[in-house]
Nanobody, 118 residues
Framework: VQLQASGGGFVQPGGSLRLSCVAS????????VGWFRQAPGKGREGVSC????????KYGDSVKGRFTISRDDSKNTVYLQMNSLTPDDTAVYYC????????????WGQGTEVTVSS
Protein backbone atom coordinates (compact mmCIF):
# COMPACT_ATOMS: atom_id res chain seq x y z
CA VAL A 1 0.00 0.00 0.00
CA GLN A 2 1.65 3.20 -1.10
CA LEU A 3 1.41 6.54 -2.87
CA GLN A 4 4.03 7.40 -5.44
CA ALA A 5 4.55 11.05 -6.35
CA SER A 6 6.46 11.87 -9.50
CA GLY A 7 6.90 14.50 -12.17
CA GLY A 8 9.13 16.96 -10.39
CA GLY A 9 12.17 18.48 -11.98
CA PHE A 10 13.95 21.65 -12.94
CA VAL A 11 12.04 24.34 -14.80
CA GLN A 12 12.58 27.98 -15.65
CA PRO A 13 10.28 30.68 -14.29
CA GLY A 14 7.06 30.79 -16.26
CA GLY A 15 7.29 27.13 -17.11
CA SER A 16 4.99 24.24 -16.30
CA LEU A 17 5.15 20.82 -14.72
CA ARG A 18 2.59 18.13 -14.08
CA LEU A 19 2.93 16.06 -10.96
CA SER A 20 1.35 12.65 -10.61
CA CYS A 21 0.32 10.78 -7.50
CA VAL A 22 -0.30 7.09 -8.15
CA ALA A 23 -1.80 4.76 -5.59
CA SER A 24 -1.01 1.09 -5.36
CA UNK A 25 -2.60 -1.45 -3.08
CA UNK A 26 -5.82 0.50 -2.57
CA UNK A 27 -8.50 2.30 -4.57
CA UNK A 28 -7.74 5.99 -4.68
CA UNK A 29 -11.26 6.82 -5.87
CA UNK A 30 -12.55 6.37 -2.33
CA UNK A 31 -10.19 8.93 -0.84
CA UNK A 32 -9.69 12.66 -0.83
CA VAL A 33 -6.21 13.58 -2.02
CA GLY A 34 -4.12 16.57 -1.12
CA TRP A 35 -0.90 18.04 -2.43
CA PHE A 36 1.49 19.68 0.01
CA ARG A 37 4.88 21.24 -0.38
CA GLN A 38 7.82 22.10 1.79
CA ALA A 39 10.38 24.63 0.70
CA PRO A 40 13.90 24.65 2.14
CA GLY A 41 13.84 26.06 5.66
CA LYS A 42 10.07 26.41 5.70
CA GLY A 43 7.15 24.47 7.09
CA ARG A 44 4.79 22.30 5.13
CA GLU A 45 2.17 24.16 3.11
CA GLY A 46 -1.11 22.86 1.77
CA VAL A 47 -1.26 23.41 -1.98
CA SER A 48 -4.46 21.82 -3.18
CA CYS A 49 -6.91 19.04 -2.49
CA UNK A 50 -9.63 17.16 -4.28
CA UNK A 51 -12.53 15.24 -2.78
CA UNK A 52 -13.61 11.79 -3.75
CA UNK A 53 -17.09 11.49 -5.18
CA UNK A 54 -18.03 15.08 -6.01
CA UNK A 55 -14.48 16.02 -6.99
CA UNK A 56 -14.61 19.40 -5.25
CA UNK A 57 -11.28 21.16 -5.23
CA LYS A 58 -9.51 23.70 -3.06
CA TYR A 59 -6.35 25.69 -3.61
CA GLY A 60 -3.95 27.63 -1.48
CA ASP A 61 -3.95 31.36 -2.12
CA SER A 62 -0.42 31.28 -3.48
CA VAL A 63 -1.32 28.87 -6.30
CA LYS A 64 -4.87 29.85 -7.20
CA GLY A 65 -5.25 30.44 -10.91
CA ARG A 66 -1.95 28.74 -11.70
CA PHE A 67 -2.31 25.18 -10.42
CA THR A 68 -5.03 22.68 -11.26
CA ILE A 69 -5.69 19.45 -9.41
CA SER A 70 -7.52 16.63 -11.11
CA ARG A 71 -8.04 12.93 -10.74
CA ASP A 72 -8.36 9.95 -13.04
CA ASP A 73 -9.81 7.23 -10.90
CA SER A 74 -9.51 4.72 -13.72
CA LYS A 75 -5.75 5.14 -13.39
CA ASN A 76 -5.74 5.43 -9.60
CA THR A 77 -3.98 8.74 -10.09
CA VAL A 78 -4.29 12.37 -9.04
CA TYR A 79 -2.50 15.10 -10.96
CA LEU A 80 -1.29 18.57 -10.14
CA GLN A 81 -0.82 20.73 -13.21
CA MET A 82 1.44 23.63 -12.32
CA ASN A 83 1.66 26.59 -14.67
CA SER A 84 3.36 29.98 -14.51
CA LEU A 85 5.86 28.64 -12.04
CA THR A 86 7.98 31.04 -10.02
CA PRO A 87 11.04 30.50 -7.82
CA ASP A 88 8.69 30.65 -4.82
CA ASP A 89 7.20 27.36 -6.00
CA THR A 90 10.51 25.60 -5.43
CA ALA A 91 9.88 22.85 -2.90
CA VAL A 92 9.46 19.16 -2.35
CA TYR A 93 5.89 18.26 -3.24
CA TYR A 94 4.04 15.50 -1.45
CA CYS A 95 0.71 13.89 -2.08
CA UNK A 96 -1.44 12.41 0.65
CA UNK A 97 -4.77 10.64 0.80
CA UNK A 98 -7.42 10.24 3.46
CA UNK A 99 -10.70 8.37 3.74
CA UNK A 100 -12.52 11.03 5.74
CA UNK A 101 -12.49 14.77 5.26
CA UNK A 102 -11.20 16.59 8.29
CA UNK A 103 -9.27 13.61 9.57
CA UNK A 104 -5.57 12.98 9.46
CA UNK A 105 -4.21 11.79 6.14
CA UNK A 106 -3.94 8.02 6.00
CA UNK A 107 -1.26 7.72 3.34
CA TRP A 108 1.66 9.89 2.26
CA GLY A 109 3.82 9.75 -0.81
CA GLN A 110 7.58 10.12 -0.69
CA GLY A 111 7.81 13.54 -2.31
CA THR A 112 9.03 14.85 -5.63
CA GLU A 113 11.32 17.83 -5.91
CA VAL A 114 10.46 20.90 -7.98
CA THR A 115 13.07 23.54 -8.67
CA VAL A 116 12.17 26.76 -10.45
CA SER A 117 15.16 28.81 -11.42
CA SER A 118 16.66 30.72 -14.30
Amino acid sequence: VQLQASGGGFVQPGGSLRLSCVASGFTLANLAVGWFRQAPGKGREGVSCINSGDGKTKYGDSVKGRFTISRDDSKNTVYLQMNSLTPDDTAVYYCAARYRLGSEYDYWGQGTEVTVSS
